[in-house]
């Protein structure tokens, strides 16, 4: 078995709206469930980011949302999402805008 950071129809580049961005290489449906983007610590509940949760920037008008189960957090697609196109999320653990 291989180690693989991201699902393989997914990948990084350059992104417009800031540094690495986290795009697909393929049509994904809406509901698809992409991975764990955090897990939380159970003894200190300190977040650890996936690297599927490392890549992905903000957006006011995002076409992913996480949900929880657990000490897991998930990215799931709202919207049908076209090849090439870049996956964003509405941050709400922290404020982007923030220095």
Partial sequence: MSYRPLPSYL???PSK???LGLFTLEDLEKNEVLGVTHISD???TQ???TPLGGF???SEKPNCKLYEVG???YLRT???IPMGAELTLK???YDPTES
Avoid: P
């Fill in 11 to 13: 990948m990084l580049q």
């Fill in 91 to 93: 941050y709400t653990m």
């Fill in 42 to 44: 159970a003894e200190t």
């Fill in 17 to 19: 709206i800031e540094g």
């Fill in 56 to 58: 992905i920037n903000h």
């Fill in 78 to 80: 709202e919207q049908e």
């Fill in 47 to 49: 977040l650890f980011r």
């Fill in 71 to 73: 000490r897991f957090k």
